[in-house]
């Protein structure tokens, strides 16, 4: 990945703990990293191919001008959030503010932090079988898209199938679809979750029927688990209502752990029917 950097972009702005801080101001410089790909810009010799650096460092003036926050944790989430949203070549973005005349009573050369935020690509599984779960289904769907931290990239078609886990219940509408998002997997399973309690789902019973179903895939190729989520889904590989509308969005993406294609997994499964 390519990258356009800015260094030291000096600042006098307003952000602290102590009221001393928000009233005289500091100088704060901030670095940023910009990862995006040049090529295109760069062979045809083309701004509108590529990023307006001097856009962005307006940007992240007016930022740090905007408001007073106490931390500098809070700068910097602000700035990567606003160059992801506002500049769509730019898929990941490193930025630093460093508060070298910060009120510390040691001798230091500068004080700062840095953070890492991105684009993430991410397939979300959705399905109902109570009440009207076109309904529920497509309400879903229109949520997630509407999320200031979200881009819909592909939905699939609606399929009607079994149910999972033996428990005897209507049939299910399901589906995939894939995003990209700026949400952490927790908190994305977070907002899940709301949307699913929004429906009306219970978790009564395992397996059992619900309103809404929504379950985080796969994201990136990450592999990972808390104390509520697992990545990739855990039991993804077993399931027809899963693995059908990924093999029409992405049938030869890989699962990260197995390395076996979706369609490679679709039909191993199909085979031991």
């Not at 990260?256 to 029917?273: E, G, R, Y």
Request: with cysteine; glycine share 4%; proline share 4%.
């Amino acid at each position: 990945m390519d990258e356009i950097r800015i260094e030291d972009l000096q600042v006098k702005a307003y952000h602290g703990v102590y009221e001393d801080e928000k009233e005289k101001g500091q100088n704060f410089y901030v670095n940023a990293v910009l990862y995006t790909d040049t090529r295109d810009a760069g062979l045809a010799d083309d701004l509108s191919k590529s990023t307006d650096y001097a856009r962005v460092c307006s940007l992240i003036r007016s930022i740090m001008l905007r408001e007073s926050y106490d931390l500098i944790e809070t700068v910097a989430e602000h700035i990567a959030e606003e160059i992801l949203l506002g500049f769509p070549y730019i898929s990941a973005v490193d930025v630093e503010v460093r508060k070298p005349e910060a009120p510390v009573p040691v001798e230091f050369k500068s004080i700062s932090v840095k953070i890492h935020r991105a684009w993430h690509d991410v397939y979300i599984s959705y399905g109902s079988n109570i009440g009207d779960s076109a309904t529920y289904v497509d309400d879903a769907v229109a949520s997630i898209a509407e999320h200031p931290y979200v881009t819909m990239i592909q939905d699939s078609e609606r399929i009607i199938t079994a149910p999972y886990g033996g428990i005897e219940q209507d049939d299910f509408l399901n589906g995939v679809c894939r995003i990209r998002t700026l949400m952490a997997p927790d908190e994305l399973l977070n907002y899940l979750h709301n949307l699913e309690e929004g429906a009306g789902r219970t978790r009564d019973i395992r397996w059992g029927p619900r309103t809404l179903d929504l379950d985080i895939l796969l994201y990136d190729d990450l592999v990972y688990e808390s104390e509520t989520l697992i990545i990739p889904h855990v039991d993804m590989e077993n399931r027809e209502f899963v693995l059908r509308p990924m093999c029409e969005l992405a049938p030869y993406l890989r699962h990260p752990v197995s390395k076996k294609t979706m369609k490679q997994l679709f039909d191993a499964l199909a085979s031991n029917k």
